[in-house]
């Protein structure tokens, strides 16, 4: 009898706890650790069965799944803040869902024509100085690519101009060393010639908003974490 009367008090409290997340403003419930406590603990077990087949159990995602690390403080779409976090999770990049984040995905440049083999290798030039490496030995790639990137191959449209990416668009920054889909040659080629459209689940008819509000509470506590100067970050 006990037992159930302990039981039945405990699930009152998270119902009660579910509501309080639900009713805080997203963006302040880090700030009350309680609440943060019961995100987390709700979260865990969500993400182990629901997100973690793609993103790894750690989080920091897979890039044969093309799975960004949800850990790191570099968002495919917009800041990071909690809500746009949340909104990401109830109606998922790419899916079925009308209020999906959808606005471009990376076009197959060279499988459609736009750019030859050879142009994706000299945009890979290029990609190289954006990533701060030392100039090719074959300079005069580096400029065909400069001039791909800024004409033929339209990289400039959604990667911006100086290659940071545009969060609107989910265009990634191409300037930084976290990857979506791997950092090497081959990757990097792929991503060009045969584009990419990278697809998250929307969870809005699977999980319940309580939940789905803790899971972004807990993406935001990982990735500040691993911002944080003592971050445990290898
Ligand atoms: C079937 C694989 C899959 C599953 C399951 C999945 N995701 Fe994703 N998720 C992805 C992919 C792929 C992307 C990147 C989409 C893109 O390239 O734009 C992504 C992107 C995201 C982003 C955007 C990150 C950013 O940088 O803006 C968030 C947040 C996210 N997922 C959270 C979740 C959560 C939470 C769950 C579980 C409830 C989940 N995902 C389940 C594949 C998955
Ligand atoms: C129409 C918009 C658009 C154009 C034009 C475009 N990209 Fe992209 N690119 C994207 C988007 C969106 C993604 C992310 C795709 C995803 O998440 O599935 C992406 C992804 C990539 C990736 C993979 C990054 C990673 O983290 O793994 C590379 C590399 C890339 N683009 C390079 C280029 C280059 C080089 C050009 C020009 C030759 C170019 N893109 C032109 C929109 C574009």
């Not at 409290?13 to 880090?30: E, F, N, Q, Y």
């Not at 100086?162 to 979506?180: H, M, N, R």
């Not at 080629?189 to 319940?208: E, M, N, Q, T, Y």
């Amino acid at each position: 009898m006990l037992t159930i009367v302990l039981f039945a008090s405990w699930q009152i409290r998270g119902r009660m706890l579910d509501a309080r997340l639900l009713r805080a403003a997203p963006d302040s419930i880090l700030s009350d650790p309680g609440l943060t406590r019961h995100a987390v603990s709700i979260a865990k077990p969500a993400f182990a069965k629901d997100c973690a087949a793609c993103h790894g159990k750690d989080m920091k995602g897979s890039h044969a799944k093309g799975a960004p690390d949800l850990t790191d403080a570099v968002w495919l779409y917009d800041s990071g803040e909690v809500t746009e976090i949340e909104r990401t999770v109830l109606f998922g990049i790419r899916s079925p869902n009308r209020k999906a984040r959808n606005v471009t995905d990376m076009p197959g440049l060279g499988r459609s024509g736009q750019i030859t083999a050879g142009d994706t290798r000299d945009v890979m030039a290029y990609l190289d100085k954006l990533q701060g490496k030392a100039p090719p030995a074959d300079a005069a790639a580096l400029e065909r690519g400069f001039k791909i990137w800024n004409d033929k191959g339209s990289c400039y449209d959604c990667h911006s101009e100086d290659g940071k990416g545009v969060s609107a668009y989910g265009a990634p920054d191409l300037t930084d060393k976290e990857w979506i889909y791997g950092g090497d040659r081959k990757a990097i080629f792929d991503s060009i010639v045969h584009g990419r459209h990278g697809v998250c689940p929307a969870f809005i008819d699977k999980l319940r908003p309580a939940v789905i509000r803790a899971l972004a509470v807990y993406i935001k506590a990982a990735s500040l974490q691993a911002a944080a100067p003592s971050g445990a970050k290898s």
